[in-house]
């Protein structure tokens, strides 16, 4: 699918970004365009593949509509991976997270009409399910925008594909608790009862390119994740560090965090159907036509919501995870 074309990812110099442009490459794309504002991010990442032919690097915003439009030129699929993701930072900083995460994203349809890209995927989260803070709020508005683009008058399909936390992506759990055992000989939890959807970045990203080859466009591909709980990766995480006397401190929650995060919401699962053993699909409450036809073929699900208390690994799961992602 990918052979011979070009593809832009926005935001691609993070943890995403690499695995994403590493799996890219397998493909024989003819160019892969990494856009971003950090011009340090870029140089790294540069190394990183050995200055390879087939990547070049665009420095710019995607709040600079102007600035996509001449990135999107000749593109035949845009990755969508640009936001202010740290609920902190989008909760003390409202305006910037609109204008990168709302905004930015309207700018990301606009450039992708005009240029008339083939498709573009934008990376979601599980936090704009009934969001409960500024950055879910602004994640769960992007994703009805592009959603709603599929209506308008363009070859171009857009598609959502929602997820939870990537074990190892930056400012990943797994690395504040490792810093922590090793440096302060405790590690710091908000709450004991919370719980969290976690998968491996390469896993989440195959997964990503599945529903980018099997979407129709206009429909939201919720990714089906394991659980637990995060005082039990802690756990885990001291066993393996082999650090003594090392202790768990509850800190308390933190604005506009759950103690379960949902990727699907009561109010979703009424239009979701069971797609299959990976995926559930989250039909629109708008008409985009032939969508529903489409899936009218798959089951509904039988789910009032799907949220990361149900279904918790065991430890011995846990570690299995952390070793197949070698954080241990």
């Known amino acids: 699918m990918f052979n011979k074309q070009i593809?832009?990812?926005t935001g691609g110099t993070g943890s995403w970004g690499y695995e994403l442009v590493r799996q890219l490459?397998?493909?024989n794309p003819k160019e892969i365009r990494i856009f971003s504002r950090n011009e340090s991010n870029q140089f790294t990442m540069k190394q990183e593949f050995d200055g390879n032919p087939k990547l070049s690097f665009v420095i710019g915003d995607i709040k600079e509509r102007d600035s996509l439009i001449e990135a999107c030129q000749d593109?035949?699929?845009v990755f969508h991976l640009a936001a202010l993701k740290h609920v902190p930072v989008c909760e003390d900083q409202p305006l910037e997270a609109l204008k990168t995460n709302v905004t930015g994203t309207q700018n990301v349809i606009d450039a992708a009409i005009i240029c008339n890209v083939d498709r573009v995927i934008y990376i979601s989260t599980d936090k704009a399910a009934n969001p409960s803070n500024f950055y879910g709020l602004?994640?769960?508005?992007?994703e009805r925008l592009i959603i709603h683009a599929n209506t308008l008058n363009t070859k171009t399909r857009f598609v959502c594909i929602r997820g939870g936390n990537v074990l190892g992506t930056n400012g990943s759990v797994i690395h504040v608790f490792k810093k922590q055992i090793q440096e302060k000989g405790k590690v710091g939890i908000t709450d004991p009862k919370m719980t969290r959807f976690?998968?491996?970045l390469e896993d989440a990203i195959k997964l990503v390119f599945k529903a980018t080859f099997e979407s129709m466009g206009g429909e939201i591909f919720v990714m089906k994740m394991p659980t637990c709980?995060?005082?039990d990766l802690a756990h885990v995480l001291i066993e393996a560090s082999t650090k003594e006397?090392?202790?768990i401190e509850t800190l308390g929650i933190r604005p506009g965090e759950k103690i379960h995060e949902l990727l699907l919401s009561e109010y979703e699962s009424t239009t979701t159907v069971a797609y299959d053993d990976e995926y559930f699909v989250i039909l629109p409450p708008i008409h985009i036509e032939g969508l529903k036809e489409y899936y009218s073929k798959f089951n509904p699900v039988n789910l009032v919501n799907y949220n990361s208390s149900k279904d918790l690994m065991t430890k011995d799961e846990i570690k299995e995870m952390l070793k197949k992602g070698r954080f241990i």
């Open 75 to 77: 593109v035949d699929y």
């Open 229 to 231: 709980k995060i005082v």
């Open 198 to 200: 976690f998968l491996t």
């Open 138 to 142: 602004s994640k769960a508005m992007g």
């Open 7 to 9: 593809i832009l990812v």
């Open 25 to 27: 490459l397998t493909y």
């Open 245 to 247: 006397n090392v202790e």
